[in-house]
Every structure is written in C-alpha cells, then in structure tokens.
C-alpha cells in the first residue's frame, strides 16, 4: 500500500508512521473504574488485532483504576484527556499515549495561555516516555478557530491541528500524531487531504467519529478510509461503531477487514456518501455512558425512524453530557443520553428531557414537525 512518508511515533510496543504497518486500535467502553470489565474488553480487542486500545479517564479515581488496569493487560494503552488534561500526570506512568481535545484544552484553565497547556502535556509525555495525539473533532473545535473560518468548518479543525502542531514543535517534542475526525466522510477526507498536504511529516489517525450502527457505520467509515489510504494517507485507524459492550472488538476486525481490502485494491464504495438521505450518527460509547440503555436507544431511533429514510435530515444520538451537548449542535435533531433522562434539542435548541420511555414518541413528533414543514426537502 502506498503510504505518505511520515515520521516514526512509537507508543508502546509498536510504532506509527514511516512506512510501520497501519495500526488498527479501539476503545473500550466499558466504567474504567469497573476493572474486571475493562480488562476483558481490553483484552478481546488486543486478541482481535488492535495494536492500541484507549480509555476514557475523567477522575482521579479513573486514574488509580487504571493502574489496575495497567497490571492486568499487556495491550498498549491510551488515555483519552477531555475533562481535565492536568489528570495527565496521574495517568501517565500507566499508559504509552495521552490523546487531548484542543477544543477542550481550550475551555479548561481559560485564563492560561494554551500554549502553557500544550507545555505541561509535553513535559509530562517526556518524563514518562509517552506519545501524545493532538485529537481535533469537528464537534468541538476551539471557538477562536470556529471564529476565524464561519463558514467553513474543516479549515477550522485543519488550522486548530495546525496550530497545536506548532506548539510542539516549537517545544521540540516529535512524538505526536494528529487526528481530525468528522461524522460525515466527506469532511473527514477533506480534513485529512488538507492537513497531510500541509504537513506530510506527521502521522495521521484517521477515524469518522459517531459514525453509528453497522452496517451504515461501516459503510461511512470506509467511503472515507478508501478515499485516504488509498492516497497514502494514515498510518493508524479507528472505526467508530454503536456495538454493545460484547461486541466492541469488532470494531478491529472492521478495521483490519478494510486494510486488507484497500491492499488488495478491493475498493467497495462508491466515492460520494449519500447526502439525500436519512442520516443517523451515533457515538460509539465508552465510559462515559451514564445510561446502557444508550446503545439500544440508538438501535430503536434507527428502526423507528426507517419511515422517514427518503428525507435528508440528520439525527444524532450521543452517549454522554461531556459531547453530548456539543456534538449535537449540527444536527437537525439530537438525542443526549443522561443517567435517567434523554435530552432533546433541534439544532442547538433545548427541547426538554424526557424518560427512556417517553424520547422515541417526542423524537417521532418532532421528526413529523420538520418533514410536515418542509425542513427535510420532499421523499426522495
Ligand atoms: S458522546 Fe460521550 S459516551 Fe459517546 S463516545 Fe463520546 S464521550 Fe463517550
């Protein structure tokens, strides 16, 4: 497969970029602080071929449970950094990367430069021999970039990479990977195509984000990793699928199933992703899931709404209030999950929370409102 002549970043035991085989890793989804889960599923996805697997750590006691976590698995570990990226030196002498959000880096400590931010990330990575990916989403891009370019939402998750790209360099630091997730493929090949022709040194992560229940989760993640690694772009992946706990490895095999296919040159989707159509986005969960009744709410939202599929409409179904309320923005009806209650918003309105039980017949009225009112164009 031809690859982009990126630098080497190891994490672990394996390494990234530089013509390294493309790395197929996951995440769990299980409470990290519920150990014994954790390591089984940290576990299947080691067994399925992931050569990384992350966690989510948002409290200290996220951090001593995965000091645990560390001894019980021999899987090369990340953590992912969104509440509070100052956990990064409890987590560190327990994991080989630390991903962080620069939308979120942005939001915590306003008063601190961000660059100060970026500093203490790299120093901790240096005291204890981590990689660091810079991890931008389109949900959550820092608000002075989504300033700076209004109406053009990948040049702004391109620049906000860019950007944290310089704050390493000019610390020096070389061990970083970048990622620029969207949940639409189109954005996601148009993110990485610009990032890795401005910076073709750096080893991308590519992943479409809340890309949802299979098979049309697969199907989007792999319209856009076709389109990348078949340019040379990538050096690791990530398929984002709404699987039930049991399920999560496969996500791997997903992943390792397009790999092989793309070397192969057996390219099976078409280059255009539908846009005329129903599109549901849904998060892959992780242990940020308050509720686990959310993987079997996204599934009913899927079956109830199959009426409406001729309709070009998006609904999103997040797991969590930490992305939840964010990611949700874009899309013309989101679903937020909390521990008891639903939440509800049309774009970025609130529509209310509702029980488990009561959110498909709210979603439904809702949904009938905009097609009734001609938001989703007519039935295609
Ligand atoms: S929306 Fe929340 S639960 Fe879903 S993957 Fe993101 S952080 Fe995890």
């Known amino acids: 497969m031809k690859r982009n002549p990126t630098r080497s970043v190891r994490v672990g035991s394996v390494s990234l970029g530089s013509g390294h085989p493309v790395a197929v890793q996951s995440m769990c989804a299980t409470r990290t602080q519920d150990v014994d889960a954790?390591?089984?599923?940290?576990?299947?996805?080691?067994?399925?071929?992931?050569?990384?697997?992350?966690?989510?750590?948002?409290?200290?006691k996220d951090a001593l449970a995965l000091k645990e976590v560390r001894r019980q698995t021999s899987a090369n570990l990340v953590v992912d950094l969104q509440e509070s990226y100052r956990?990064?030196?409890?987590?560190?002498?327990?994991?080989?990367?630390?991903?962080?959000?620069?939308g979120h880096l942005w939001h915590h400590e306003k008063a601190k430069p961000v660059a100060e931010k970026v500093g203490f990330l790299v120093e901790v990575a240096r005291h204890h021999?981590?990689?660091?990916?810079?991890?931008?989403?389109?949900?959550?891009?820092?608000?002075?970039?989504?300033?700076?370019?209004?109406?053009?939402?990948?040049?702004?998750?391109?620049?906000?990479?860019?950007?944290?790209?310089?704050?390493?360099?000019?610390?020096?630091?070389?061990?970083?990977?970048?990622?620029?997730?969207?949940?639409?493929?189109?954005?996601?090949?148009?993110?990485?195509?610009?990032?890795?022709?401005?910076r073709p040194d750096v080893p991308l992560?590519?992943?479409?984000?809340?890309?949802?229940?299979?098979?049309?989760?697969?199907?989007?993640?792999?319209?856009?990793?076709?389109?990348?690694?078949?340019?040379?772009?990538?050096?690791?992946?990530?398929?984002?699928?709404?699987l039930p706990n049991p399920r999560k490895h496969e996500e791997v095999t997903v992943g390792l199933q397009i790999l092989a296919d793309v070397a192969a040159g057996r390219y099976r989707s078409v280059p255009v992703f539908d846009d005329d159509k129903l599109n549901i986005i849904s998060c892959p969960s992780c242990s940020r899931v308050?509720?686990?009744?959310?993987?079997?709410?996204?599934?009913?939202?899927?079956?109830?709404?199959?009426?409406?599929?001729?309709?070009?409409?998006?609904?999103?179904?997040?797991?969590?209030?930490?992305?939840?309320?964010?990611?949700?923005?874009?899309a013309d009806l989101g679903l937020w999950c909390g521990p008891t209650h639903v939440n509800l918003k049309k774009k970025t309105e609130s529509l209310g929370a509702y029980t488990y039980d009561e959110i498909l017949k709210r979603l439904k009225d809702e949904l009938d409102a905009l097609i009734e009112a001609g938001a989703a164009g007519p039935a295609r």
């Open 38 to 60: 954790t390591v089984e599923q940290a576990e299947a996805i080691r067994r399925a071929g992931g050569a990384l697997v992350r966690l989510a750590v948002d409290s200290p």
């Open 129 to 198: 021999d981590l990689a660091i990916r810079i991890g931008v989403n389109c949900g959550s891009v820092d608000p002075e970039m989504k300033a700076r370019f209004p109406d053009d939402d990948v040049a702004a998750m391109v620049a906000s990479a860019l950007e944290h790209c310089r704050h390493m360099d000019e610390l020096g630091f070389e061990r970083y990977v970048v990622s620029l997730k969207d949940s639409h493929p189109r954005k996601v090949i148009e993110a990485n195509r610009r990032f890795a022709e401005a």
């Open 205 to 242: 992560h590519l992943g479409v984000t809340e890309a949802g229940i299979p098979p049309e989760g697969v199907v989007k993640t792999r319209v856009a990793f076709e389109q990348l690694l078949s340019r040379g772009i990538g050096d690791t992946l990530r398929v984002s699928l709404t």
């Open 290 to 330: 308050e509720n686990e009744r959310f993987v079997e709410l996204a599934e009913k939202v899927k079956e109830m709404t199959a009426y409406a599929e001729r309709h070009a409409l998006t609904i999103a179904v997040m797991g969590c209030r930490v992305n939840g309320p964010g990611e949700t923005d874009d």
């Open 87 to 102: 956990l990064a030196e409890a987590v560190a002498p327990h994991v080989d990367k630390v991903r962080y959000n620069p």
